[in-house]
């Protein structure tokens, strides 16, 4: 089986990674919906990655469950923290390809610092809709498991956001109506706010993003009909869009106003998390599998014209 999958349905094209079960690609009629990688120039700064058994920061790389503590290593050195989890360097096994989908699957046997086996499964799927993303986890063991997920696209249009901005035609919609303030080290320092009167209100279309610098969780989110959140990046001539179903109760944006070179201020990555940074510690909307447990959660990435 190659190592990176491809995928075609109607004008959507996407590259999935056996390696980490990472998004590489995700276009549409050719155009890159998605700030795109290959195995040869990246993963940049998570670029396309899961994020699980915790998305996000954990304070020290510490926590405890159980009645046992635990420490992570710490892999973010800027703010002291253990970042994103521990399978975006696992290789995983295809369960199901067809032109259309993959299925994705990897036996994690838990580590040391983590030792919690859990059973994961995604599944990519595209249509003429777009894409969606299906990730089932589940509890092999014998005794409760910590769980946390979430996802790391950048969504892209194809020019750096840097210079869409300064003319004035980019335009970020996130239907959040809180925000969680952070310390220095991008940790909870507080309840989660509003985001009226904060300058992080992104709930009406037409919100230019201007000079904002976005390394923010959004949550208390609005729902459509569908139950679904959206970040939408809306440029001159179409938007890229991202929805997460009912599971997932926050949304990260991060504007990559810390990346260097040609990345900074790129893209925005658009992260759907069932969980806040340092969930692992403060057990905030942490999901506890009980042993034969699962839990399924669905995101998807879409565009249209402007």
């Known amino acids: 089986m190659a190592e990176v999958i491809e995928l075609r349905a109607g004008d959507f094209h996407a590259r999935v990674d056996r390696s980490g079960a990472g998004l590489q690609s995700l276009t ?102 777009g894409l969606t993303v299906t990730t089932t986890a589940s509890n092999p063991g014998s005794g409760p498991a910590p769980f946390g997920l979430g996802f790391h696209p950048y969504l892209t249009l194809g020019e750096p956001l840097s210079e869409l901005a300064a003319r004035g ?50 949550t208390d989110l609005a729902r459509d009909g569908d139950g679904r959140a959206w970040i939408r990046l809306i440029g001159p001539e179409h938007r890229v869009e991202l929805w997460c179903d009912a599971s997932f109760g926050w949304l990260q944006a991060f504007s990559a106003d810390t990346l260097g070179g040609a990345a900074h201020r790129a893209h925005l990555a658009a992260e759907p998390m069932t969980c806040p940074p340092n969930a692992l510690a403060t057990g905030r909307d942490l999901i506890v599998l009980e042993p034969g447990e699962s839990t399924e959660h669905t995101f998807g990435i879409t565009t249209s014209d402007s």
């Open 169 to 218: 035609e980019v335009e970020v919609e996130i239907t959040a109506a809180a925000h969680q303030p952070v310390d220095a080290h991008l940790l909870p320092s507080g309840p989660p706010e509003p985001v009226e009167g904060s300058g992080l209100d992104f709930r009406s279309p037409g919100r230019a993003l201007g000079d904002t610098v976005l390394d923010t969780a959004f």
């Open 28 to 129: 549409c009629g050719g155009r890159d919906l998605v700030w795109p990688y290959t195995r040869g120039s990246g993963p940049v700064a998570f670029q396309g990655q899961v994020l699980a058994p915790w998305p996000n920061r954990v304070g020290e790389g510490r926590y405890a469950f159980g009645g046992r503590e635990f420490q992570l290593e710490i892999n973010n050195a800027a703010t002291g923290t253990a970042i994103h989890g521990l399978v975006h360097d696992r290789e995983w096994s295809p369960a199901a390809v067809s032109d259309d989908a993959v299925t994705l699957r990897l036996v994690f046997e838990g580590t040391p610092a983590f030792p919690f086996p859990l059973d994961l499964s995604i599944t990519y799927a595209l249509s003429e809709a």
